[in-house]
């Protein structure tokens, strides 16, 4: 359930449950958190009378379509606050924000900067197949895009990651099946990457993310993959 207010901050924090111990053991669930919070989280902290900053939590942002994310990155927390809808005048966003200092802090030894547009990494406690697995999904599902369209001569597939040259190029050599995506340079920012993979290379890690079908993911790109797995097998009859 999203509830509505006006913006963020009005009425204060409240105290709400969370398991502060969830990121302690890595899984496969743990690992899609923390490859989402790469991507799309932000440690947030605030500023006391000393002149100090104090991590407060970490809190996300998606767009309304995407709630089931959140909805999922609750139900891993164990958290029982709330979602909120913000509405701006060029667009609205669902925001969830988890207040626990513990929570931040344990993120932050991790590796998660609190500033970290343009800093983010591989965390290094993401070692197994399967942690990386999960990782790399959280990534697609909050960083990531999926791409299945018609152009004049055909259909064109693009899976794309954006991010950090350490974090795309770590992610590049943990891909399977020899898939090697192509990293480029944002010109416009000084350490912003894209990293693409097309084509039937795209559907190959597709199927290697959702297969076996994990747990946690993000309910759009997931049905984008079913979309593009159909169109590859229909294409494969055509030409059988």
């Avoid at 006391?48 to 927390?77: M, Q």
């Avoid at 809808?85 to 991790?110: D, E, F, P, Q, W």
């Avoid at 693009?158 to 090697?180: D, H, M, S, W, Y």
């Avoid at 979309?227 to 229909?234: P, R, V, W």
Wanted: with cysteine; aromatic share 10%.
């Amino acid at each position: 359930m999203v509830e509505t207010r006006a913006k963020f901050g009005e009425g204060g924090s409240r105290v709400h449950r969370v398991n502060l111990n969830f990121i302690d053991h890595i899984s496969h669930e743990t690992a899609w958190f923390l490859g989402f919070t790469v991507g799309d989280g932000c440690i947030y902290r605030t500023r006391g009378r000393n002149n100090k900053y104090s991590v407060k939590g970490v809190t996300f942002g998606v767009n309304p379509r995407d709630t089931d994310v959140l909805e999922k990155i609750k139900e891993i927390a164990g958290y029982s606050g709330p979602i909120r809808l913000y509405v701006g005048k060029k667009y609205a966003l669902v925001h969830l924000r988890i207040y626990s200092a513990t929570i931040g802090k344990k993120l932050n030894a991790m590796g998660i900067a609190c500033k970290k547009s343009q800093k983010e990494t591989f965390l290094s406690c993401i070692t197994s197949k399967d942690h990386i697995r999960g990782f790399i999904l959280g990534l697609l599902d909050s960083d990531g895009m999926v791409r299945h369209y018609k152009n004049v001569r055909d259909t064109r597939t693009e899976i794309r990651f954006t991010g950090t040259k350490q974090l795309l190029a770590c992610v590049n050599r943990r891909l399977p099946c020899n898939i090697v995506g192509t990293l480029r340079r944002d010109a416009r920012m000084h350490n912003q990457y894209s990293l693409s993979i097309c084509a039937r290379r795209a559907l190959k890690l597709l199927t290697w993310l959702y297969n076996p079908l994990p747990k946690y993911y993000m309910n759009r790109k997931y049905q984008k993959y079913i979309e593009i797995k159909k169109y590859y097998e229909e294409k494969d009859r055509k030409n059988a």
